[in-house]
């Protein structure tokens, strides 16, 4: 189970997007609250059905004028259906005046009923996309999330490796930042990663010896970014001389980290001194890009060795 639903959380969190007012049908609190599974969100809401019987049930205009043109025991009888399930709550939408049928039904089966001007379909696209936020799985991973040439780029290693340091030097020379320190991510869709930041540390980053520093006041709105794809992890790391002598000169460190169950690709950069760390990441994210394309400069140089190989007096 993913956690609970209410009619009073769905108000709270749509409340910037749609006045929602509660008609009748109070929650009663000995009852349990509704738990949702996982793999529910994208079915939990809909305009009114009797067949999937979504546990947010939207009436719009249509499905109000098909309601009032039901024979009275028919509509009776499909009403008692529609609450006897004990939806999360039922919302009249469109403005419309709501039927005291309903109201009186709410009232008896204890089932929220909420009334909004804004259109259905608005409705249920607004309300899906919280759900969908709501119960999609998260991870919170220790690191930097950065939008770089356009490109989400998180940013890890071990603690005071100098990841917060390098993100403001990103950030300084036009990148911008998402989230520091605790990055959270959800599974979106099928391969698809968005990060952002937990609500506190917006804005915020913590370099050692500066303290807490506030990046919109510093460098403005535009070296910050509220959320991006992850495309790429690039992780710091400081190697022994064995470890460093024995890397890959041609290919790099690269391989994959499965976060949520989704493969993401990670370049390792070795920490030395003298290093300039910024660029580095600039150029990891280029060749990235390239590679996604189809580019592979390390197989293009290996093709261009065999060919002087082969012929020799090219």
């Known amino acids: 189970m993913s956690g609970p639903l209410s009619a009073e959380s769905i108000i709270v969190n749509l409340s910037k997007q749609i006045e929602l007012e509660w008609i009748a049908g109070r929650e009663v609190p000995k009852l349990p609250l509704h738990q949702v599974k996982a793999s529910q969100h994208a079915t939990l809401i809909g305009h009114l059905n009797l067949v999937h019987k979504n546990l ?6 249509t499905e109000c004028k098909y309601l009032l043109g039901l024979e009275v025991n028919f509509r009776d009888d499909m009403l008692r259906e529609i609450f006897s399930v004990q939806p999360v709550a039922i919302i009249m939408a469109d403005g419309i005046p709501v039927p005291d049928m309903l109201i009186d039904h709410a009232n008896v089966y204890h089932t929220p009923l909420l009334s909004c001007k804004t259109e259905s379909n608005k409705v249920v696209e607004i309300a899906r ?3 969908h936020n709501k119960f999609s ?10 939008e770089v040439l356009g490109t989400g780029v998180l940013i890890t290693g071990q603690s005071s490796i100098g990841k917060s ?11 911008r930042l998402i989230a520091d320190d605790a990055p959270e991510f959800t599974r979106i869709g099928p391969g698809i990663l968005d990060g952002k930041s937990p609500g506190a540390l917006k804005d915020f980053i913590e370099v050692r010896g500066l303290g807490v520093l506030n990046i919109r006041e510093m460098y403005g709105d535009n070296a910050l970014k509220r959320n991006k794809y992850l495309r790429l992890i690039v992780h710091l790391q400081r190697l022994s001389e064995k470890e460093y002598a024995q890397l890959d000169r041609l290919c790099g460190v690269r391989d994959l980290r499965t976060i949520l169950g989704i493969e993401i690709p990670q370049v390792l950069i070795p920490i030395e001194p003298g290093r300039n760390l910024e660029v580095l990441v600039e150029a990891a994210v280029r060749n990235h890009i390239l590679r996604f394309t189809g580019n592979d400069a390390t197989e293009q140089f290996i093709n261009l060795q065999q060919q002087a190989i082969n012929n020799p007096s090219l």
Do not use: D, P, T, W
Request: proline fraction near 0%; glycine fraction near 10%; charge should be positive.
């Open 56 to 61: 947010i049930q939207v009436i719009g205009k």
């Open 129 to 131: 996309f919280y759900l």
């Open 137 to 146: 799985k998260k991870e919170v991973i220790h690191g930097v999330f950065m």
């Open 165 to 175: 340091e390098l993100a403001l030097a990103l950030i300084s020379r036009g990148h």
